[in-house]
């Protein structure tokens, strides 16, 4: 399986704050990866340089075999344009832990939109592929209501389905539940176990809700001080943790693991 993101040496501080440390870390295509370490440790750092939310201040990394931050002119490796940026976000969609729908549209005309003004879809077909992705999470009933008479819960649904419109190679969530009160967070979850287990997208999940992590998951990284502590599948990690600062963490959400 072709390595689809790549992390090597990089590091991204913000003042004297040192949040990723040198860090090296792939991506298989189609893997589901889960993010899971104390606040702070770097998880969501990660996904916003792959969002090119964040720059980073060395190292490299690629993204589906073509380099993230730089770009490579007469053999030579350069900062990237802002152009070579617009088209490496093409491949990526983000789900935030605020929906950040539009107030002012409608659930269906959320999703309709994103196609129209940046993949220059026809109207039908955005329409078509709208209802399509509002049927997926479980909101066809919602179409035509706007975001303040959905729940939390139905609008971050619509915020994934609003992703998913645009084709993402990479799908990024970032405490996708943080934000809802506990009865809406299930609902949420739900979605994101039944995409995983149903595509070939590549997907990177930063969770404090372990359960769905261990669900979801193929590859599980603990994180602490912007490194990896430890990397395994889920059966590993959350029953028989090698590292002592992962077994500590891990104690905190389910008890005893060994």
Do not use: C
Not at 42 to 68: A, F, S
Not at 76 to 95: T, Y
Not at 169 to 196: N, Q, W, Y
Request: no cysteine.
């Amino acid at each position: 399986m072709n390595k689809i993101i790549e992390f090597q040496n990089v590091s991204k501080s913000y003042g004297d704050l040192q949040v990723l440390k040198n860090l090296d870390m792939h991506v298989k295509s189609g893997e589901k990866l889960a993010l899971i370490g104390p606040s702070g440790s770097g998880k969501t750092t990660i996904l916003r340089i792959l969002m090119t939310l964040e720059t980073i201040d060395n190292g490299h990394v690629t993204v589906d075999g073509d380099y993230l931050w730089h770009q490579k002119v007469d053999e030579n490796l350069v900062p990237a344009s802002e152009k070579h940026l617009h088209k490496m976000r093409q491949s990526i969609g983000m789900v935030f832990q605020q929906f950040n729908l539009f107030p002012h549209l409608t659930a269906l005309a959320n999703i309709e939109q994103p196609q129209i003004l940046i993949k220059e879809k026809d109207k039908t077909d955005a329409k078509n592929k709208a209802q399509e992705l509002l049927n997926l999470v479980g909101l066809e009933d919602k179409q035509s209501h706007f975001p303040h008479q959905l729940s939390g819960g139905q609008q971050q649904r619509v915020a994934i389905a609003r992703a998913l419109a645009m084709d993402p190679k990479i799908m990024l969530f970032d405490e996708v539940t943080s934000a809802l009160d506990p009865e809406l967070v299930d609902e949420v979850l739900t979605v994101l176990r039944v995409l995983a287990a149903n595509s070939d997208t590549t997907m990177l999940t930063v969770t404090h809700e372990m359960n769905f992590a261990r669900e979801f998951a193929d590859r599980v990284l603990f994180f602490e001080k912007g490194q990896i502590v430890e990397s395994g599948p889920p059966e590993k990690i959350f029953t028989t943790p090698q590292e002592p600062r992962t077994k500590d963490f891990l104690k905190k959400f389910i008890g005893d693991i060994v």
